[in-house]
């Protein structure tokens, strides 16, 4: 499996709170994606990096930051975190946009109450 | 925007039958590519088609891309019981990020 890892695995927050979840690679690919994948909907693009300080929105940005300070981190920000936004978030790298492989990290599980 | 649809949402299969999930695309795509699954697992890299009319096989897995770049679909033969998970395709044009179809969830019973 590639180096890309996640953390938290696992979180359960309140609503209105704010959550940051870490995207971390030892790969050196350019491109970083975080995904949510719900139920029925399979995998959406939230926001997408394409270098340090790179960033472009996705299909469902709305409520989502993120940053890319380093190459190998890719931070998701919820500001302020709504019953909506329990999800299952997937981190991937690739070294194109969209020819090419994307690997994908094990994945958070976020549950906001 | 661009849309990718995915047949069927769900099947289920005795091992040893076939099984073939179809994707759609509403744009001509440049690529498409297919991941699997697991349950409780992360999202596999399968196989990337770029060329129009385009079939490529991994042992008991058959891939193609339409003629018009537009369509492509993923046929498994004699199913086992590891092939379990969900397949999506997902396609992109020129310019775009790649769009994900909602997956066919595939069960087989032994």
């Known amino acids: 499996d590639a180096g890309i890892t996640q953390s938290p695995r696992h979180k359960v927050t309140e609503t209105g709170t704010p959550v940051t979840l870490r995207c971390h690679q030892t790969e050196n690919h350019r491109y970083m994606y975080w995904y949510r994948q719900d139920p029925g909907h399979g995998l959406r693009l939230i926001h997408y990096?394409?270098?340090?300080?790179?960033?472009d929105k996705g299909e469902v940005s709305d409520g989502y930051s993120v940053s890319r300070s380093k190459t190998e981190d890719f931070l998701l920000t919820l500001e302020s975190a709504t019953s909506s936004q329990t999800s299952v978030y997937f981190c991937?790298?690739?070294?194109?946009?969209?020819?090419?492989?994307?690997?994908f990290g094990p994945g958070t599980r976020l549950t906001v109450l | 925007g661009q849309q990718v649809m995915q047949i069927p949402q769900y099947q289920h299969v005795q091992e040893g039958e076939d099984f073939t999930t179809y994707c759609n695309s509403s744009t001509t795509l440049s690529n498409i590519q297919w991941y699997k699954q697991r349950p409780g697992g992360h999202p596999v890299f399968l196989i990337q088609?770029?060329?129009?009319?385009e079939v490529k096989k991994q042992k008991r897995l058959t891939f193609q891309f339409g003629e018009a770049k537009k369509n492509s679909s993923l046929h498994i033969t004699a199913t086992q019981t590891t092939d379990v998970g969900t397949y999506f395709c997902a396609g992109s044009t020129e310019y775009s990020t790649l769009t994900f179809g909602k997956g066919t969830m595939l069960l087989v019973s032994p």
């Open positions: 990096s394409y270098g340090v300080k790179d960033t």
């Open positions: 088609l770029v060329k129009s009319g």
């Open positions: 991937a790298i690739s070294n194109w946009r969209a020819l090419g492989e994307q690997f």
